[in-house]
């Protein structure tokens, strides 16, 4: 492997590393009870180090999801038919559990999901996070005022889905309960986008 190579896994797994610890501080004590100092020395780094790899403290739970901000883009780019790419994607992420759909019970992720939903600092920069994840997808769909009408409307859709499957389960519900539902909520919001952006279909 080349140095750069290596270096590059390094600093992934520092990224990963610090992220970790901090999201475990914070479930443990709050996101507001928690300093960077505190995390930096939990990491056994300094300061100046944690801020180069993180520049602001929600960057560190973000980070967590951060691989999704440009999963639509990457699922339609080179694709004939996007919205039959995206619906594909995400019922498959259903039938797995993939916490992105919101339909995951797993204790770790549903206190994730209540950190970064109950946390107003991280809800105002999870907004930034799905903005960027819009613009990525209007760029893959062709750029222009109406990819960005599109890339919108279905980054919104695909909020919205998750939102509903994770207060269900977070409200007690088992993901088996839900999962019927969730598929079927999920092919009908499809079957709209569709309908109202047949360019797409």
């Known amino acids: 492997m080349s140095e750069i190579g290596l270096r590059e896994r390094k600093k992934q797994r520092m990224y990963e590393t610090v992220s970790e610890i901090a999201i475990r501080l914070f479930l443990e004590k709050g996101f507001d009870a928690v300093s960077v100092a505190e995390i930096a020395a939990a ?36 694709g004939p038919t996007p919205l039959a790419a995206l619906r594909r994607c995400f019922l498959d992420g259903l039938e797995r559990g993939d916490p992105v759909t919101g339909l995951n019970d797993h204790p770790q992720v549903l206190a994730f999901h209540t950190l970064l ?78 309908a109202g952006l047949p360019h797409l279909a």
């Open 117 to 194: 939903y109950g946390t107003p600092a991280l809800v105002a920069r999870a907004h930034a996070h799905l903005e960027r994840s819009e613009a990525a997808l209007a760029e893959a769909l062709g750029g222009g005022l109406e990819a960005r009408l599109a890339a919108g409307q279905i980054i919104a859709v695909q909020r919205i889905l998750a939102m509903e499957n994770w207060r269900r389960i977070a409200e007690g519900e088992r993901v088996e309960g839900v999962r019927p539902d969730a598929v079927a909520a999920a092919e009908r919001a499809f079957e709209v986008l569709a």
């Open 43 to 78: 990491a056994e780094i300094s300061k100046p180090t944690l801020f180069r790899y993180f520049p602001a403290k929600e960057d560190l739970v973000l980070h967590r999801i951060a691989d999704h901000e440009g999963e639509a883009a990457r699922v339609v780019a080179g």
